[in-house]
């Protein structure tokens, strides 16, 4: 696309960036609780004239630069949501909600896609279709891309962009994998049933705590046994609960963790295998055991195709492109890609902290980059949808 007029190379349009990434980040809002945030993004949005979408969301909005309903459509999103974490900064603007922070970055991609939202209605006229703006509720859930998903806000996009501040990545670099770039994040819950006895006479008790035990350490070998070494999966137990007093031997063990892996095949597999370990393993103590799983997103799959518009559109807007490892979190971002072709980048923030932390922070001066990044990744997919240059429409 043209260069139009380069708002993005402004020093206000710096300034009124980090303002507004400033302002969200002093009054977070946890997931589907971002009200007010929602409210100050549509008043932002209304105030550039840029036109809010109907689409029924209680929170969290979509937003639509271009098209007026002709030429291809793409998609931008940022998530909006808070953790519940009290927040360690020392900032100035820190947290002035107790107990609630974004540690997670989301205020910068909020503010990263107003910026981009900003750029385009600037230079509207030149683009090739439309751009729809998505600021997804409840990330930190990962509930919130099938909320936006269910609102139809999905209809007739042919390609989705996301993206993730990354503190390990100095400012001026993106990080673009195709392929895997993040995990598909389950979550489970095991539940031993035993007899409960004295603890002096153990003979009388079916122990749920020494199967507990014991189904921890078989778990690891589902890893370092039943995954090919050339793939990767995690397996961490996070919480075992059990027993009230140190002298009986009680009736019911319950433990949580989490499953991590990048290919579904390696998903399927390993949750199987977990369930018949738990079982095996309990049987082998004469206890019964239950596993609950808690369904998370699948892993983050970034389109081949997308990530060659990503690495281009990089060197337009003089970011350098990294190519980052696959990452074990999970990011409901890959709900998407399983409507569209997506592409999912990491740009670098130079944190000292890494995501979560009660002291993240991050280097403001990637702010206008990054909003300019999404701007010509619209721009760019657009160009091509329209000039027929790419197969993204035909998968979409
Ligand atoms: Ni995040």
Redesign the pocket.
């Known amino acids: 696309m043209g260069k139009g007029k380069r708002v993005e190379g402004d020093r206000a349009w710096e300034d009124r960036l980090i303002a507004i990434r400033r302002q969200l980040h002093q009054y977070p809002e946890l997931s589907n609780e971002e009200y007010a945030t929602t409210q100050a993004i549509r008043r932002w949005l209304e105030e550039a004239g840029i036109r809010i979408l109907p689409y029924a969301l209680r929170t969290g909005l979509i937003a639509e630069v271009g098209g007026r309903g002709s030429g291809p459509v793409v998609a931008l999103r940022a ?1 909006i949501d808070a953790l519940p974490i009290q927040e360690e900064s020392g900032l100035p603007y820190a947290s002035a909600h107790p107990g609630k922070m974004h540690a ?3 205020d910068y991609h909020t503010a990263a896609l107003l910026g981009a939202a900003f750029a385009l209605k600037e230079r509207e006229a030149e683009l090739a279709g439309a751009v729809r703006l998505i600021f997804q509720p409840a ?2 859930k990962a509930t919130g891309a099938q909320q936006v998903i269910a609102s139809g806000a999905l209809v007739g996009v042919s390609a989705i962009f996301g993206l ?1 501040n990354k503190p390990d990545l100095p400012v001026g670099t993106v990080g673009i994998k195709s392929g895997p770039l993040m995990a598909a994040a389950d979550g489970f819950a095991i539940e031993v049933d035993g007899i409960g006895s004295h603890a002096a006479v153990p003979d009388a008790a079916l122990d749920p705590i020494v199967t507990a035990a014991h189904i921890v350490t078989a778990l690891q070998s589902v890893i370092s046994r039943n995954v090919s070494p050339l793939d990767s999966a995690v397996i961490s137990v996070t919480r075992i609960h059990s027993g009230t007093s140190w002298n009986v031997i009680p009736d019911k063990a319950v433990m949580d963790g989490t499953l991590r892996t990048f290919d579904e095949r390696v998903r399927t597999r390993v949750r199987r295998r977990l369930e018949e370990v738990v079982g095996g393993v309990a049987a082998a103590y004469g206890t019964t055991a239950s596993v609950r799983w808690i369904q998370g997103p699948p892993a983050v799959h970034n389109d081949t195709e997308l990530a060659e518009l990503g690495r281009e559109a990089a060197k337009r807007s003089g970011l350098e492109v990294v190519e980052p490892p696959p990452y074990t979190a999970g ?1 409901d971002f890959a709900y998407y890609q399983r409507e569209v072709p997506g592409l999912f980048v990491f740009l670098g923030t130079a944190g000292t902290q890494e ?1 979560h932390h009660p002291a993240f922070t991050l280097d403001e001066r990637a702010l206008a980059p990054s909003a300019a990044y999404l701007a010509q990744l619209a721009g760019d997919a657009l160009d091509q949808l329209a000039a027929g240059q790419t197969s993204i429409a035909a998968r979409s």
Request: proline residues 0%; aromatic residues 12%; charged residues 45%.
């Open positions: 998530d997670c970055g989301h990330e930190e993730h990011e995501w």
